[in-house]
């Protein structure tokens, strides 16, 4: 079984970065660990910040919706939250997600 998978950030402009996410890890964390410009993760991964927002239209099937505490916290923090926003940092990489193309938002604040 693979150890990672390959994730693709695409940034509200288009550009696309592919990078090798680690399973187990979380979505925020590959997106750190691979100098992915675009999320800031103030909290360190804690849902307290909404700093690692995403859109995951492409995989809303296979994320699924968000927990109670993480709906509160994008409601609260995110900009420009949409019905496939999630917080990066409460989505874990598993083989399911291989090839998803995770968007970002424009900004964070
Ligand atoms: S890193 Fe702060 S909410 Fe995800």
Same mark, same amino acid.
């Given at each position: 079984?693979?150890?990672?998978?390959?994730? /693709?950030?695409?940034?509200?402009?288009?550009?696309?970065?592919? !990078? $090798?996410?680690?399973? @187990? =890890?979380?979505?925020? #964390?590959?997106?750190?660990?691979?100098?992915?410009?675009?999320?800031?993760?103030?909290?360190?991964?804690?849902? /307290?910040?909404?700093?690692?927002?995403?859109?995951?239209?492409? !995989? $809303?099937?296979?994320? @699924? =919706?968000?927990?109670? #505490?993480?709906?509160?916290?994008?409601?609260?923090?995110?900009?420009?939250?949409?019905?496939?926003?999630?917080?990066?940092?409460?989505?874990?990489?598993?083989?399911?997600?291989?090839? $998803?193309?995770?968007?970002?938002?424009?900004?964070?604040?």
């Amino acid at each position: 079984m693979a150890e990672a998978i390959a994730i /693709i950030f695409e940034s509200a402009e288009g550009v696309r970065h592919e !990078v $090798a996410a680690r399973l @187990g =890890a979380s979505l925020m #964390e590959a997106a750190l660990m691979n100098n992915v410009p675009g999320i800031e993760a103030e909290c360190g991964g804690s849902c /307290i910040c909404a700093t690692c927002h995403v859109y995951c239209d492409q !995989v $809303a099937d296979i994320v @699924g =919706a968000p927990s109670d #505490e993480e709906d509160d916290m994008l409601d609260l923090a995110a900009a420009d939250r949409r019905a496939a926003s999630r917080l990066s940092c409460q989505i874990k990489v598993t083989s399911a997600l291989a090839g $998803a193309i995770i968007q970002l938002p424009a900004r964070q604040y």
